[in-house]
T-cell receptor
Framework: GQNIDQPTEMTATEGAIVQINCTYQ??????LFWYQQHAGEAPTFLSY????GLEEKGRFSSFLSRSKGYSYLLLKELQMKDSASYLC??????????FGAGTRLFVKA | DSGVTQTPKHLITATGQRVTLRCSPR?????VYWYQQSLDQGLQFLIQ???????AKGNILERFSAQQFPDLHSELNLSSLELGDSALYFC????????????FGPGTRLTVT
């Protein structure tokens, strides 16, 4: 079967660093996406990892370990506007991308 | 603005009815995806089209159908609607398939009463 697991909710403080984990077990793997989704809005693309390692993009970084079926999204210098759901999604090959249920992040002052 | 448009933005209808949701992809994108997102739920993949052809199917009910037209816009048809079909329906598009990032439209909020 296909399985993508993320924590349901996380809370962090403005200015801090937070790491959102994602583990996956899928029948195939071509790459892993992270999307951000504010309540009631459309998801927006953050990153796409194909190879192992850390990719940094401004305040956001994403890490992938294919052998462990594991990824994380690191958010630095948290801002109130970072309060949103963060969706991990796996491109399983062919034409399918499967989304996890998402992690709702609350940033408090 | 992602460049993906969806109409209508909101739709309220009664159980047993049929509705059509419309999506226009970003200029140049050949793939269109449909997703359903119920309250506090993750994105459920429904179906994908690439250049007019169905390429992948997810958890799409038999009461639901979709198609992609020669001009690449797509329609999702939902029939015999039930209360549980109330959800946000997103359309996304991408340049190709699989490893391309998807650009999401603003969604259609369907309420079945």
């Amino acid at each position: 079967g296909q399985n993508i697991d993320q924590p349901t909710e996380m809370t962090a403080t403005e200015g801090a660093i937070v790491q959102i984990n994602c583990t996956y077990q899928t029948s195939g793997f071509n790459g892993l996406f992270w999307y951000q989704q504010h309540a009631g809005e459309a998801p927006t693309f953050l990153s796409y990892n194909v190879l192992d390692g850390l990719e940094e993009k401004g305040r956001f970084s994403s890490f992938l370990s294919r052998s462990k079926g594991y990824s994380y999204l690191l958010l630095k210098e948290l801002q109130m506007k970072d309060s949103a759901s963060y969706l991990c999604a796996v491109n399983t090959g062919g034409f399918k991308t499967i989304f996890g249920a998402g992690t709702r992040l609350f940033v408090k002052a | 603005d992602s460049g993906v448009t969806q109409t209508p933005k909101h739709l309220i209808t009664a159980t047993g009815q049929r509705v059509t949701l419309r999506c226009s992809p970003r200029s140049g994108d050949l793939s269109v995806y449909w997703y359903q997102q119920s309250l506090d739920q993750g994105l459920q993949f429904l179906i994908q089209y690439y250049n007019g052809e169905e390429r992948a199917k997810g958890n799409i009910l038999e009461r639901f159908s979709a198609q992609q037209f020669p001009d690449l816009h797509s329609e999702l048809n939902l029939s015999s609607l039930e209360l549980g079909d109330s959800a946000l329906y997103f359309c996304a598009s991408s340049a190709g398939t699989g490893s391309y990032e998807q650009y999401f439209g603003p969604g259609t909020r369907l309420t079945v009463t």
